[in-house]
């Protein structure tokens, strides 16, 4: 980080600190965030001032967005990025949050090249380069309490941090000590294995993952942070390359 850029974090630190209040009434309402040790805490505290500052949230059909609910969403975000800095999230600025699931309608080509509009309701979605859009009721739903392998908030920044070297792949950028090979070949083996395993119905993993490597990715951050004893029993694999790219381990946490 540059002095300039030292200064600048410092003056929003100073100048738009979280009451004390807001974060910790919030934060404790969250077990996502209850096996952090106190520094991992207010390293959370400094990336979340810092989200809040720089993102512009959105309410939309007449929702009245409070500190309360950006922190929930911020707070839980930052979780991802805890090792890396705010930077992480750069190159889009805005978060929308609708009240309740919303209707998307989209254009889609099939390969004959016939365009036809698809319709299909959403609780989140990430727009490469673009907003983070949330339907509130399922944000909350999936924040006070624990569910496996189930939460919109880690599922919709994963495609954010998969984004950050193009468009969602399943592969963000990488660290450099992390092979490339070693990533590819646990995940492709872990896709694979999903996708035999959704075919012969056998449950388990939330079949959504199948969908694509994209959604693969972004469905395994939820189940390493939601539930990282499952994901290490059933893909230890993914777990390590997954510990190694978000430098964390739930597992000890637990
Ligand atoms: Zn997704």
Request: include cysteine; proline fraction near 5%; hydrophobic fraction near 40%.
């Amino acid at each position: 980080m540059s002095w300039f850029e030292r200064l600048s974090v410092s003056w929003v630190l100073r100048k738009h600190a979280l009451p004390d209040h807001d974060w910790f009434e919030v934060t404790r309402k969250l077990p996502l965030l209850s096996g952090l040790n106190s520094s991992e805490k207010a390293r959370l505290r400094l990336l979340t001032t810092l989200f809040i500052h720089q993102k512009v949230f959105s309410g939309a059909q007449g929702l009245e967005l409070t500190l309360e609910m950006k922190i929930i969403i911020a707070a839980q975000a930052c979780l991802e990025i805890l090792a890396f800095n705010i930077a992480a999230f750069d190159g889009w600025s805005e978060i929308i949050v609708y009240p309740s699931t919303f209707r998307v309608e989209r254009e889609t080509e099939n390969e004959f090249g016939i365009i036809s509009t698809e319709s299909r309701i959403l609780s989140g979605e990430a727009w490469t380069k673009g907003p983070l859009v949330f339907a509130w009721d399922e944000v909350e739903r999936d924040s006070f309490q624990i569910r496996e392998g189930h939460h919109v908030v880690l599922h919709e920044f994963a495609h954010k941090l998969d984004m950050l070297n193009g468009r969602a792949n399943g592969m963000p950028p990488l660290h450099p000590e992390m092979p490339v090979s070693e990533w590819t070949r646990s995940l492709s083996e872990g896709y694979e294995r999903l996708l035999e395993r959704v075919e012969h119905c056998h449950g388990g993993i939330n079949p959504y993952a199948a969908t694509n490597p994209a959604e693969y990715f972004a469905v395994m951050c939820e189940y390493f942070f939601t539930a990282p004893a499952l994901l290490f029993e059933r893909y230890p694999d993914v777990y390590r390359q997954l510990k190694a790219y978000f430098q964390q381990d739930p597992l000890a946490r637990n």
